[in-house]
């Protein structure tokens, strides 16, 4: 493979444009942070979640946290003009959090869209994945088989995204394993969820008026993941399968594509304000308790009023 060894892969090629980034993470993580703390209080102190079959959505957050961990380090060398951490071990555990992370949310946002998918399409039969919410265990077998997928991360090098840069073969077959492993983990969850999509929206079309308000509920919960999945995963796996094309036929404005995979990337960090409006669909009551806890006083008025005149509404 021809490597132009007077370019710094690690190197951001245009230093603007990553000064950018790093106050767009600022962001996130501000807004982040405090947001997932407070979900984390009312998923502990008001819902309790460990009684209340709230075990996968607990998860989310816990790889949210993962997301926050890093995002400050991130922005930090985006500010100084580098695409990565100078120091190898930061670089490979930041890297390695991250990678956990969206594998963390998608198995778990995955796995409440099977959830309703059972609850609605085949209403009566046996739905092991409610069998598995009542099991803490399951969660923890989940996070110990996502560990396997982040490895090929951590094997060799895959610094700055430079697969297939090098000649050795063993580098390359490497290489080839982890963007198998970074593709199938994203597009097969999507397409399970499109199918699952599909079949709700077309059971609650046939379904009787009496019906309809569980099946909109459950209608919320999958599109709400697919609008997570859409903003958040999707254009960065386009990205990265332009970068490699562009990486194996040596385009001379690869530098732009870098720019656009990265800047999507940093975009794509916006799953941990997104991923409680899926709390919000997943629990009844989520909204209200949030509201409840930590809206202030004048404003929890306000919505108590509105409330009360759309009850008052005739019918």
């Known amino acids: ?15 603007f444009t990553y000064e ?14 405090p947001l997932n703390l407070s979900v984390l209080y009312i998923f502990i102190f008001r819902y309790k979640f460990w009684k209340n079959k709230s075990i ?17 380090a991130k922005a930090y060398h985006y500010r100084h003009g580098q695409r990565r ?15 956990l992370n969206r594998g963390a949310s998608i198995a778990f946002l995955i796995t409440l869209s099977i959830d309703r998918y059972f609850n609605v399409v085949h209403l009566g039969r046996r739905n092991f994945v409610k069998a598995l919410k009542k099991t803490p265990q399951i969660s923890i077998l989940i996070w110990v088989l996502l560990l396997p997928l982040t490895i090929p991360t951590m094997v060799n090098t895959f610094e700055c995204c430079n697969s297939f840069d090098n000649t050795t073969f063993l580098n390359n ?37 009496g019906e309809k308000t569980k099946l909109r509920r459950a209608v919320l919960v999958v599109i709400s993941v697919v609008v997570v999945f859409t903003l958040c995963f ?25 720019q656009v995979y990265d800047s999507l990337m940093v975009l794509s960090y916006i799953d941990c304000l997104l991923d409680p409006l899926v709390y919000c669909f997943c629990i009844s009551g989520f909204k209200d308790a949030y509201m409840s806890t930590f809206c202030p006083t004048f404003l929890k008025k306000k919505l108590l009023k509105a409330e009360l005149a759309l009850e008052q509404q005739p019918q």
């Not at 490597?3 to 190197?11: A, E, H, L, Q």
């Not at 607990?58 to 961990?69: C, E, G, K, T, Y």
């Not at 951490?85 to 930041?94: D, E, G, H, R």
């Open 85 to 99: 951490s100078p120091i190898k071990a930061v670089c490979k555990t930041m890297h390695f959090l991250l990678c």
């Open 173 to 209: 077959v490497t290489d080839l394993f982890r963007e198998i492993v970074y593709f199938t983990q994203i597009l097969i969850p999507f397409i399970i969820l499109v199918y699952c999509t599909v079949r709700i929206v077309y059971r609650l079309r046939r379904k009787t008026v």
């Open 56 to 72: 996968f959505l607990f998860n989310i957050v816990v790889a949210d946290f993962l997301l926050m961990v890093i995002l400050p």
């Open 234 to 258: 999707l254009p960065i796996t386009i990205a990265r399968a332009v970068l490699l094309v562009a990486r194996l036929q040596y385009w001379q404005r690869e530098y732009v594509v870098v």
């Open 1 to 15: 493979m021809y490597v132009n060894s007077t370019i710094d892969p690690c190197k951001a090629p245009n230093r």
């Open 20 to 33: 950018v980034l790093s106050w767009v993470m600022v962001v996130e993580y501000v807004l982040g942070l």
